[in-house]
T-cell receptor
């Protein structure tokens, strides 16, 4: 497709389980971002990839959260030992180029519910 | 570090009335400024941005925003709204000089246009 694709769109899991959320960016976009949006809040930065490497992971809340982008395209956000507080919409965005001019293209998000 | 404040969580307005959505930011370095819009069941989209030059920037659908450095504001305005403008609007900033590419978002303002 032409846009950023995220799967699954909805994920319900139990506390303590492991989840993976996938992001397929726009073809050719070298930069990829993960954000988390809790109810009533704006998107909160988690991690940014430039190519295959994590250029900035300062937003990851703790070591239960990890993300990879092994081939510089698709990325997976991995959450271990999920907690109820992890419930949120996880947004992925991609952009072209190196400038931080802020034109990010967002997917529709993956809604995670931890029971 | 930066922060973005959107004081109004909801703004109800009648169709064809003017509207202003307020955004104030705090940063120790120069910033780029953005407004993103999220229509129902869609991903976030860039509405307009200020990078440099004229402090008044416009979008293709009639919105405008003015960067006011002394008041650290970037309010969004439209002289006459349509039903189709109903959406959530997010103000965001990114740092110019450090090159850190993560956007910092405000908590959003839900614009509800009524007939």
């Amino acid at each position: 497709g032409a846009g950023v694709s995220q799967t699954p769109s909805n994920k319900v899991t139990e506390k303590g389980k492991y989840v993976e959320l996938r992001c397929d960016p726009i073809s050719g976009h070298t930069a990829l971002y993960w954000y988390r949006q809790s109810l009533g809040q704006g998107p909160e930065f988690l991690i940014y990839f430039q190519g295959t490497g994590a250029a900035d992971d300062s937003g990851l809340p703790n070591d239960r959260f990890f993300a990879v982008r092994p081939e510089g395209s698709v990325s997976t956000l991995k959450i271990q030992r999920t907690e109820r507080g992890d419930s949120a919409v996880y947004l992925c965005a991609s952009s072209a180029g190196l400038a931080n001019t802020g034109e990010l293209f967002f997917g529709e998000g993956s809604r995670l519910t931890v029971l | 570090a930066q922060s973005v404040t959107q004081l109004d969580s909801q703004v109800p307005v009648f169709e064809e009335a003017p509207v202003e959505l307020r955004c104030n930011y705090s940063s120790s370095v120069s910033v780029y400024l953005f407004w993103y819009v999220q229509y129902p069941n869609q991903g976030l989209q860039l509405l307009l941005k200020y990078l440099s030059g004229s402090t008044l920037v416009e979008s293709i659908n009639g919105f405008e925003a003015e960067f006011n450095k002394s008041q650290t504001s970037f309010h969004l305005r439209k002289p006459s709204v349509h039903i189709s403008d109903t959406a959530e609007y997010f103000c965001a900033v990114s740092e110019v000089t450090t090159g850190r590419r993560a956007l910092t978002f405000g908590s959003g303002t839900r614009l509800q246009v009524q007939p």
